[in-house]
């Protein structure tokens, strides 16, 4: 069985509509990424506690911090981002999660990424030896324009930094982007896959779209994930109506249809889901 959870900053900005929509469709679990237009590392200490009550209220939990860990260029001094980490391992443990959502550094599009690959081992290094030593997870996820945006660095990755708490966080419609083949970086990463983010990709218009509509094979992946032990979460990132580097959004309409597309797909390929 897998569990499914969203992005619900995708649905709206307010958090109480955020538990409404997700509970008209049956999903009791959040990747907690922001708040009031404000992202999930610079809530306050009080916006914190609001919101931890309202998902204890509502019988709601997370799936992970989703932070935008590594989501500097790989220029950037690691020093205040190495900080800005260790606030995101708090969070985790304040809002009762162990996975944190993390990326392996923005590369120039000019330049070459084998150049950063020793610089960008030493922060995954660095990071997974902090989530060691307080029990938390790290989750990898692929993105254009990011260091691992390819199925072959993000597996460089993860077997060079060789940490029990660094996996991966599969991202088809991210693969799909770069022409990524989506079999072939399945068959690369599905033993190292903890966590998967359900967003597709049709490469004719250049758009996300609901589970099914494009070239991601989302139902086939998570089945097949299914069949070889996956228990985890699948989590809705649709980006339906804007996909940017920094954020997406759907609004509480269309997040109605990228649910109903995922549910369904679901049932069709046999897969139970809470």
């Not at 590392?41 to 916006?47: A, E, F, N, Y």
């Not at 997370?62 to 606030?87: M, Q, T, V, W």
């Not at 690959?117 to 990011?146: F, G, K, P, Q, S």
């Amino acid at each position: 069985m897998v569990i499914l959870s969203a992005f619900a900053d995708e649905i709206s900005a307010d958090p109480e509509e955020q538990l409404n929509v997700l509970e008209s469709h049956g999903i009791k679990h959040i990747e907690f990424r922001s708040i009031h237009g404000t992202n999930v590392l610079d809530l306050s200490p009080r916006q914190h506690e609001e919101f931890r009550d309202l998902l204890a209220s509502r019988g709601f939990a997370l799936s992970a911090i989703g932070s935008p860990i590594g989501k500097i260029p790989i220029s950037d001094p690691f020093g205040p981002h190495l900080e800005r980490f260790r606030h995101a391992i708090d969070l985790a443990k304040f809002h009762g999660t162990t996975r944190i959502r993390v990326f392996s550094y923005y590369i120039a599009r000019d330049d070459d990424p084998n150049r950063h690959r020793e610089e960008v081992l030493r922060r995954m290094r660095a990071m997974a030896e902090l989530a060691e030593t307080h029990e938390v997870d790290l989750v990898l996820e692929n993105e254009r324009y990011i260091y691992g945006d390819t199925a072959a660095r993000v597996l460089d990755i993860l077997r060079t930094v060789d940490s029990p708490r660094l996996s991966h966080a599969f991202d088809p419609a991210n693969y799909a982007e770069i022409r990524q083949p989506i079999d072939e970086a399945w068959q690369m990463l599905r033993d190292r896959t903890t966590h998967f983010h359900v967003k597709d990709y049709d490469p004719l218009t250049g758009k996300n779209v609901p589970t099914g509509a494009g070239v991601g094979k989302i139902p086939e992946l998570i089945a097949d994930a299914v069949t070889h032990g996956y228990r985890g979460f699948c989590v809705l990132e649709p980006h339906l109506l804007i996909s940017e580097l920094t954020h997406g959004f759907t609004g509480p309409e269309r997040f109605g249809d990228a649910a109903t597309a995922l549910q369904s797909a679901l049932r069709l390929h046999d897969v139970p889901f809470r």
